[in-house]
Structures are given as structure tokens and as C-alpha cells.
């Protein structure tokens, strides 16, 4: 065959080989192969199962299922499984390592004063465990007097994975501790503190005042944690996600401070979606509010049973102690004064097992040797 291609180059008379070149059109009945691409001048193509071909008109060529495009993923031969699983897995690890540094390096400091950027502490060196009840069901239950402090994760979660109750809220007042605690989660789960987090390949902690209703979820990771320069594909981590689902925790901080204030659930993105177990339903989720939108998480279209619900009372004495001299680890004499200055009032160490007013009696502490006596308001 190529001695007599040659010769048919070589000639000035057209023979039958340099006529039009046919390639029978495929049929329906062939798994209907797609064309691929055509030559317009003379040439020669070749290939697994293509003749040589010459000729100076068009030769249309086209490609099937068995040439390895489209090949069903159940035809998959188990190295090529094996590629897949692997990178997913790659995924899953990338994502984790920037997870572990972003929750160990900017997200593990505390701002005290918000109008001095600078003054921050480590979350390690200020964290003081608070007070929570748990309990399943409904709101309306009466809860359990069981005691359960913010750390004791193995308790919060002691009936995961193996009942539903993988959707939970923490609800408290303003400045009781909500966002202190999913901070803390996500560094413990970082650092590799406590066994019960160690479940989780992924974390992942999400600021919802930044979300309207419409908002994706991955989306909102890339936005908020993973930036565009990750290394990882957004469809990539979706289906790393979807994969494995109950080695996922999705922190929601704040349902009460989302941009959209009116909401439709005819509007929801998968952020939204998630918390109705209609978007990633293996995933374990906990979002946190205050009290007023408590009765809007728990409508219809959002959270339902079965949820776990956390209510954060605050600080009990010996942690308000525990936190103030904390707070003056480098100056305990300042630390011991204010402490004795707040057990003279029954009425201040009631005030102060709020976090955000402990935190705020020690400023002024800090810069006047001085506590408020009056004027009390509390916060909702």
C-alpha cells in the first residue's frame, strides 16, 4: 500500500486512487460517533484501525465510544478508577493544608480592642470555655440541666455519625461567645487537638454577614477561605465535597447578620440549600444566630429535625476569673484588683458572665482602673 501511494503522488495522470477518498458515514445504529475533523488537501492519515488514505478532496474522519472518548465510567478499568480516586483525594488534601494555615495563622488571633487592629491575642493564650445545654428536637422541650462547656466536642456531638443528627444551631445573645467558639473549633480541627474533630478531613468556617440568600456554598469558600490562586478547581473541591460528605463540617457563623434580610426560598443557593438537607445533606452543619431569628432558621425551608440545639449561656464565676487573668497574664496584680473589684457586686458578676462585657470591663480596666457601676443595658 505505500509503494503504490508513492506512485500515485508520482503521476501526472489521475488514477482511481486519487479520486475523491469515501468513508462510509456512520449510522445511528453505531452509537452515533461524532466527527472529529476533516482534511482538504492530499495527505495521509493513519491510526489505530484507519486505512491510508490519499487524495486531494475532503476526507471527512470520525472517532466512537471505542476509540476511549465518552467511555461509560462503569466500562473504567480499575487503573483509571484508581487516577480518579487519587485525585480526588489530592484535592481533598490541598484543600486541607490551606485550611490548616489559614485557621492557624490569621484565624487564630482574637481582636480585643476594635478600634486598635493591633491588639489581638492568640486564641490559645484567651480562650476561656463557656457554659452550653444541648438538647434534641424541638425548641419548645424543656432542656436538660446537664452542664456541657464549649470544648467538649465529644459531647456536642456524641450522636454523630451514627444517628441524623447532623444539622445543629448555637444560638445565644450578642456577645456571648458564638463566633469565639467556631473559631476555636476550626483551630482545634487544625492543630489536631481533639480526637472527635479528627473525623473531619475538611472544616470549613464561613462569616454569613458576607452571604445573601442566593450565595453557593463553594463559591463562598473560594470567596472567604481558598482564594482564586488555591490550586484547586471549584468543580474539583464540589465533588471532593459531594464524595465525602460525612468527613465535612460547615461552620455557618451568623444567620441573624446575612445581607439578605427578606428571605424566598424559591431564591436559595446551595448555602441556604444545605441547611434543608436538599444540597449536601451527609454534611454535618452547625449555624449560629441570636434568638431573634431563631424562629426563621427553624422554618420550613431551613433547619429541621432531626437538629441538635445549643443555647450559649455565657461565662460561669470561675471562668470569669479564669478569663480575667488571662486577659492579664502579663500584669497578673492588675488581673487580681479587678477581680476583687468585681466580687463586691453581685450585680457585675452577674453582668460580666457576658463575654463581649467582660472583654470590655477589662479595656477600661486596662486603661483607667475603673468599672461601671450604672447604667446597664443588656443585649439581645
Known sequence: MAAQSEAACQTDVPTMMQQEAQVPTPSAATESPQRTGAIGNM??????????????????????????????????????????????????????????????????????????????????????????????????????????????????????????????????????????????????????????????????????????????????????????????????????????SNKVLILLDGFDEMRTKTLDAASFGSTLKALSRTEYRDCFIIVSTRPSHLETLMSKSLVQNPCTHVEVLGFTKEDVNEYILKFYCEDPDSGSALIQNIEKSNTLLDFYTNPMLLLLMCLLWREKKTTPRNNFTPIH
Open 43 to 244: 495527505g495521509t492519515v493513519s491510526g489505530r484501525n484507519n486505512p491510508t488514505i490519499v487524495g486531494s478532496n475532503v476526507v471527512n474522519f470520525y472517532s466512537s465510544a471505542s476509540d476511549g472518548a465518552g467511555v461509560n465510567p462503569q466500562s473504567q478499568k480499575p487503573d483509571q478508577v484508581s487516577r480518579v480516586g487519587d485525585l480526588n483525594q489530592e484535592v481533598g488534601n490541598k484543600t486541607r493544608d490551606i485550611l490548616r494555615t489559614c485557621y492557624k495563622t490569621t484565624g487564630s488571633y482574637v481582636q480585643l480592642n476594635p478600634g486598635a487592629p493591633d491588639d489581638q491575642r492568640p486564641i490559645v493564650g484567651i480562650y476561656t470555655k463557656l457554659s452550653v445545654r444541648t438538647k434534641k428536637g424541638t425548641v419548645e422541650e424543656e432542656y436538660s440541666d446537664e452542664t456541657v462547656y464549649s470544648t467538649e466536642y465529644e459531647k456536642i456531638l456524641k450522636d454523630w455519625p451514627e444517628t441524623e443528627f447532623n444539622r445543629a444551631i448555637l444560638f445565644g445573645i450578642g456577645g456571648v461567645g458564638k463566633s469565639t467558639i467556631f473559631d476555636k473549633i476550626a483551630y482545634d480541627w487544625a492543630d489536631e487537638a481533639c480526637e472527635i474533630l479528627k473525623r473531619f478531613k475538611l472544616v470549613f468556617l464561613l462569616k454569613m454577614y458576607a452571604l445573601f440568600q442566593e450565595s453557593d456554598l463553594v463559591d463562598s469558600i473560594f470567596d472567604q477561605l481558598l482564594g482564586v490562586k488555591s490550586g484547586v478547581a471549584k468543580v474539583e473541591l464540589d465533588k471532593f465535597i459531594q464524595d465525602n
